[in-house]
T-cell receptor
Framework: SQQGEEDPQALSIQEGENATMNCSYKTSINNLQWYRQNSGRGLVHLILIRSNEREKHSGRLRVTLDTSKKSSSLLITASRAADTASYFCATVAGSARQLTFGSGTQLTVLP | GAGVSQSPRYKVTKRGQDVALRCDPISGHVSLYWYRQALGQGPEFLTYFNYEAQQDKSGLPNDRFSAERPEGSISTLTIQRTEQRDSAMYRC??????????FGPGTRLTVL
């Protein structure tokens, strides 16, 4: 079953603009992670935020976590055509070790 | 360095046949996970191992699915008597720290 739901399902922006994707989840979590999947390729880990953290940065990526609302957002600044991909949030909850993924946001960055 | 590898990359089989999908994790990674991904969806958990011990198989859809990791390294996911609904991308991931997981390229299974 899917834990998270990403919003929007699809997003199209111009190169240089910022892209924001949101993720909502259902149960209490230990951490939340964002992954990128390029067309026809594997999933690549982008960033992890723990349940006691509210914001984290990595390069052009900024992730926020609001555990009271059970939601997270991923901001990609100054987007590039190479950022075109599907982005998934995934949670780790309780004693489980596996990731529970959302349904993903398809981001298209137009040159 | 070598990442997670999976073989075969593509598998086409006829309904009723058995298939075995292989995963070779990053050397030294304790944990190995199997996921299944339908088109347009996120991966769904199947099962995972720490070393050779299967820790959780709650995601395996039915008893036609099984997995093993006998020496704590390479793992095989076996689907017996395949059905068309088993068609999907099967992904393997490994981890050494219960945090980020490193995914392989996947095996695209098509059951005719």
């Amino acid at each position: 079953s899917q834990q998270g739901e990403e919003d929007p399902q699809a997003l199209s922006i111009q190169e240089g603009e910022n892209a924001t994707m949101n993720c909502s989840y259902k149960t209490s979590i230990n951490n939340l992670q964002w992954y990128r999947q390029n067309s026809g390729r594997g999933l690549v880990h982008l960033i992890l935020i723990r349940s006691n953290e509210r914001e984290k940065h990595s390069g052009r990526l900024r992730v926020t976590l609001d555990t009271s609302k059970k939601s997270s957002s991923l901001l990609i600044t100054a987007s590039r055509a190479a950022d075109t991909a599907s982005y998934f949030c995934a949670t780790v909850a309780g004693s489980a070790r596996q990731l529970t993924f959302g349904s993903g946001t398809q981001l298209t960055v137009l040159p | 360095g070598a990442g997670v590898s999976q073989s075969p990359r593509y598998k086409v089989t006829k309904r009723g046949q058995d298939v075995a999908l292989r995963c070779d994790p990053i050397s030294g990674h304790v944990s190995l996970y199997w996921y299944r991904q339908a088109l347009g969806q996120g991966p769904e958990f199947l099962t995972y191992f720490n070393y050779e011990a299967q820790q959780d198989k709650s995601g395996l859809p039915n008893d036609r699915f099984s997995a093993e990791r006998p020496e704590g390294s390479i793992s095989t996911l076996t689907i017996q008597r395949t059905e068309q609904r088993d068609s999907a991308m099967y992904r393997c991931a490994s981890s050494d720290n219960y945090n980020e997981q490193f995914f392989g390229p996947g095996t695209r299974l098509t059951v005719l």
